[in-house]
């Protein structure tokens, strides 16, 4: 087993002896996925933990009427599906693609309760993983329901430095291209944003 996962957020301060031991008695699966691959489908079951080990995806809800919305991307090392795995109705809630060529340990639901009930720091661990992702969560539904599309661009922007590409930019707020750039001309005019070489910034 690859030194590596022991610098992964989840396995980190592990007992090496144990978790090894563990995988072994149950077996765990190394996969690739290209870009733009589905690596889970909203609705099917989910039965095993995904860590993300190289690359980056990102998350979607899509609606019985079609309607799209990004809500996360993710970038190695992280782990999907932390909360998913141990619901009541044990379905994925999101579909997970490649955002890029990207790799995935999949761990079996039966591996992850042995290691977590025989050592605690990656118990510990786990609970942090799963209370940040809920942490996320609670933002980005602030964003949706209580912000508006021009603070959500400032938002965006603060985080990532600028709106470089306007279509990723709208599929990762959730909204239609022409609507964000109707909004980024507004607050172009009102000298909240600026244009610069890199993008749109904040003024």
């Not at 995904?50 to 995806?57: D, F, H, M």
């Not at 999101?94 to 060529?101: C, E, F, G």
Request: proline share 2%.
């Amino acid at each position: 087993m690859s030194d590596d996962i022991y610098e992964m957020p989840l396995f980190k301060g592990g007992n090496r002896d144990t978790i090894e031991k563990i995988m072994r008695d149950f077996p765990s699966r190394y996969v690739h996925y290209k870009k733009g691959d589905t690596i889970a489908m909203q609705g099917n079951a989910c039965r095993s933990l995904y860590i993300l080990c190289e690359g980056s995806v990102y998350a979607k809800m899509i609606s019985e009427e079609g309607k799209e919305l990004t809500l996360d991307t993710l970038s190695a090392p992280d782990v999907l599906a932390s909360a998913f795995i141990f619901s009541s109705e044990g379905v994925f809630p999101v579909t997970i693609l490649a955002n890029s060529d990207c790799s995935l340990w999949i761990v079996s639901k039966e591996s992850l309760l042995k290691i977590i009930e025989e050592d605690s720091s990656v118990l510990r661990n786990y609970l942090t993983v799963i209370s940040d992702h809920s942490m996320f969560l609670s933002k980005r539904l602030n964003e949706f329901a209580l912000q508006t599309l021009s603070s959500r661009i400032i938002s965006y922007i603060e985080k990532n430095g600028s709106i470089q590409n306007v279509q990723e930019a709208a599929f990762i707020l959730g909204v239609a291209r022409p609507s964000l750039s109707r909004v980024i001309l507004q607050m172009l005019n009102r000298g909240v944003l600026k244009r610069e070489d890199k993008g749109y910034i904040l003024s």
